[in-house]
């Protein structure tokens, strides 16, 4: 707690004082190490739920190292943003842990490409694909 008795997280954002964290017994987070990937769409849902399709479901893979590693996820979003729970098939998990893969990690920088649109979507022969607006 500062000298003057007012937590970090109360005092103003337009002090040029760099803020603290309030919990100083937290471990800063730290990424872990970087999995170079390509992750590849090929299967989702009109959407479901309550209210006009709260959520998509979806499954594709990652290609790491030259191996397709198949994953199935949820995408949702209305109030908060978007975000997307991507979850590994068995087999995909089990090959990463062979290759000693922080399964953690992999499936976290998964999550990021997803959510922020670095992705290839497949659509299957003939489909039309969406209009952008």
Known sequence: MPLDGIPWTCRP???AAVMLPSNRFRKP???GPAYEMEVFVDEMDEGSGAGGGVANFLSGYAVYKGEKFRFEAVAYGRIGGQNVSPSLV???S?????MDVNIESFVAHLQRKLVEGDITVQLPPGATPPELD
Not at 94 to 98: E, I, N
């Open 90 to 92: 068995d087999e995909a």
């Open 29 to 31: 987070e730290t990424e």
């Open 94 to 98: 089990r090959r990463l842990q062979d």
């Open 13 to 15: 954002t337009d002090r």
